[in-house]
């Protein structure tokens, strides 16, 4: 029989499992809200675990790979993040076991990768089973973006990190939906094409963010700006401030590997069309279920 | 006897009033929590401005200078923007009459102004009343900036707006003390010095600010950077972008005039000396009263 290995992406808000064979094959997979904040308590991280197990029908002689923030300060067990210089296939070989026992015996973290640049930092906690994933299928080198409530971009070599900047465009846009001056404007459709460009446009003037977000209000209070393009116009905004940062270190006519949902993926894709950049898709349950499949062998 | 006017500066939030003479002599002052917000519905501004009257003890024959959201089209009633070409000490003559009878009788609103640079457009409503002051104390041309929840930077050209940026630095300071991923990290003292100067420092680098308010977070949980500082870092980031921004348009030891209150000041003065710029202070009360001492002739 082949083996099979249990991986659970543990967020913040919501996990998701999966029951992969060694040829990357998702043989079942299971999802719920019991992301970090939920579990809370640390000694309830393994009552947890054996719930999901339970609800899949998997008993506790199958390994268990966990990685995103289940393994930060606020998790099941701090895991120390790598240094860079640590490629992302010698990730099986830093895996953390986790718990006391019933759990410890074949259940292990996945290390995030901590990455440093003069006297600033950035991190990643998730994202790493994901590049491993994208690396295994071919993805060494070039620029990956993991879009999301803290999209990530990272510039491979050589199949190691060498380069990684995070930015809160999720969170932000989250925010500003949800109180303060923009949010009784935001309720149009944010994926409207017209207003996204015009959003595009203006990240790439290089103006302050906290000034241009103004001016959304100010278009509108001033009729000079359609209401129904301004949040449409806010995701524009900031989905072009990484791709404005971006296009910096990267050649006209480069391209960007997306790893994400087809909704995200299309939107980055229309934004790196707007700034001269090619862009290509990989599947992230693909490249999930890729990675795990690594962890096997480990 | 003196004349005597009644100024009533009506914000989103809050309502400030000051009773003053034709020498700008403020006589007597009241605030309360009776915002636009808290108002509401149109109709109920008259009353809610007579109840005001009442608390102060000043009767329906002294006339009413209103300024601010109060001239929005959520508030008592929408009065139009002024194009930038009308000059501040022009103000008198566009004031609006306001609400029916009674109230229309001697009850006028200020008008905001409306900027326009190309496509994009800023607006202020109820700093011209602030800046009016400023020109009838002496100061006709250069920088002003109103520091806050919607922070203002104005050029002026021989008593005229020449140039308008508003930035949400108060608003989006609030956002992320009170919720999202960084609001865990902001409890300690927002003015702490090094913290604000480090925020300053990498606010001047230019990068994006959606990746530096993340690496706020990755410099705390990496343990690369004080948790007690966060706040102030923040605070020093988006105080910093509103002068990396003017910088662009401001001469090397140029001088910037902050109308705000000394707690405001004093951190926008020490931003200013950080670029290389002078800073001067009006206190906003003299500036308001002198502006409202303005309209006894209109």
Partial sequence: MDKTILGVDWGTSNRRAYLIDQHANCLAE????????????????????????SAMGIDTTIPVILSGMVGSA??????????????????PSHLAPVGAAPWSANCRIVPGYAYRRGPSIDVMRGEETQLLGAVVLGQRDGWLVLPGTHSKWVLLQDGAVDSLST?????????????????????GDSSDAAGFTAGL???????????TLFRVRA?????????????????????????????RSLPAGGTVTVIGSPALAKRYAVAAR??????QVLDPHRVYCTAISQFIKA
């Fill in 74 to 91: 606020s998790g099941w067990q701090e895991v120390n993040y790598l240094d860079t210089s640590v490629p992302l296939t010698a990730l």
């Fill in 219 to 247: 278009g509108v209070v001033s009729r000079s700006a359609p209401v129904e393009q301004a949040a449409a116009f806010v995701s524009g905004l900031l989905i072009g401030a990484e791709f404005a940062a971006a296009a």
């Fill in 201 to 211: 446009d203006q990240a790439g003037a290089g103006e302050p963010l906290t000034n």
């Fill in 167 to 187: 930015y809160m465009t999720g969170e932000l846009y989250a925010m500003l939906s949800k109180g303060g001056t923009l949010s009784s404007l935001m309720g």
């Fill in 274 to 279: 707007h700034f001269g950049l090619q862009c």
């Fill in 30 to 53: 299971y999802e719920d809200d019991q992301g970090m904040l939920a579990v809370g308590e640390r000694d309830r991280f393994g009552p947890s675990l054996d719930a999901l197990r």
